[in-house]
């Protein structure tokens, strides 16, 4: 009888597992699709900003109707980051919060006006890349799929993870430094479970990704030289001191950050 039981639950737990794999393969699918459709949104972004160069050097005067463009994506930008403050910045840390449980959004909103509000930002020539947006659009995502299908915390928390893979494989077709990411820097936890719903939805958006833009990768560096071998120590030690350097800086950042809210100055509070 103990036998039986124990069997019914270990089929009961892999019932499950397989179920929030299948959930995760869909919030793959679902986060592949809106990345791309914000990969080619930044893409045509880029080429109106080109082509809006191009008029102003044939007609000095066309910069009056340019600055008006301008004008106006900067105003609706505006409007849209007031109206849901959660779009800003790259999203990294609103994603971390709604992992801890400390903040909650609205997903559909946070979606749709973090892909209209980057398309223009870039449009207007800011720097809005598409590693945070990706991720915060994927992870909002299993947001969205985890409120459709009325899902607890936990599940919640892996198809948030989940989705923010898929939005990391598809931006850069990269599915296993997606998955590391997720793991280390959002989850900032190791289980079978989460490895697997994260690589499933990472393959499958990835897989989506390069159906559409090809297999070339996003950045292709290509090295007409190598470097010669007496060059390696010199290597080995600028890495040396790049580590050094950094760990120094983070450690710099961190106590410049709790010394400035140990001041207690009211104007600067408003920053964190």
């Known amino acids: ?34 990345v791309i459709l914000y990969r080619i949104m930044i893409i045509k972004a880029d080429l109106i900003r080109e082509y809006a160069l191009h008029r102003y050097s044939q007609n000095k005067y066309e910069i009056v109707f340019i600055l008006l463009v301008v004008i106006i994506n900067s105003y609706i930008v505006d409007r849209l980051v007031k109206s849901e403050p959660m779009i800003s910045g790259s999203g990294i840390p609103q994603i971390r919060g709604i992992l801890l449980r400390k903040i909650y959004y609205n997903p559909l909103s946070v979606i749709c006006k973090k892909i209209i509000g980057g398309f223009l930002a870039v449009v207007n020539g800011l720097s809005v890349g598409r590693e945070g947006p990706s991720i915060q659009v994927g992870a909002t995502v299993g947001m969205q799929v985890s409120k459709i299908l009325n899902l607890n915390k936990i599940e919640e928390k892996y198809l948030v993870t989940a989705g923010a893979s898929a939005g990391l494989a598809a931006a850069f077709n990269a599915p296993l430094s997606a998955v590391i990411f997720s793991l280390e ?27 559409v833009f090809g297999l070339k990768p996003v950045f292709d560096f290509k090295l007409n030289n190598t470097l010669p071998l007496n060059y390696y120590p010199i290597l080995i030690a600028l890495s040396i001191l790049t580590g050094i350097l950094g760990v120094y800086f983070n450690r710099c950042l961190i106590r410049t950050l709790e010394l400035t809210k140990s001041l207690n100055i009211r104007c600067l509070q408003h920053l964190y």
């Open 1 to 34: 009888m103990k036998d039986e039981t124990i069997k019914s639950i270990l089929l009961r737990v892999n019932t499950l597992k397989n179920r929030l794999i299948l959930k995760s393969i869909f919030v793959g699918i679902s986060s592949s699709l809106l």
């Open 185 to 211: 820097e959002l989850h900032k936890n190791f289980s079978p479970v989460i490895l697997l719903t994260s690589m499933a939805s990472a393959i499958i958006s990835d897989f989506i990704s390069k159906s």
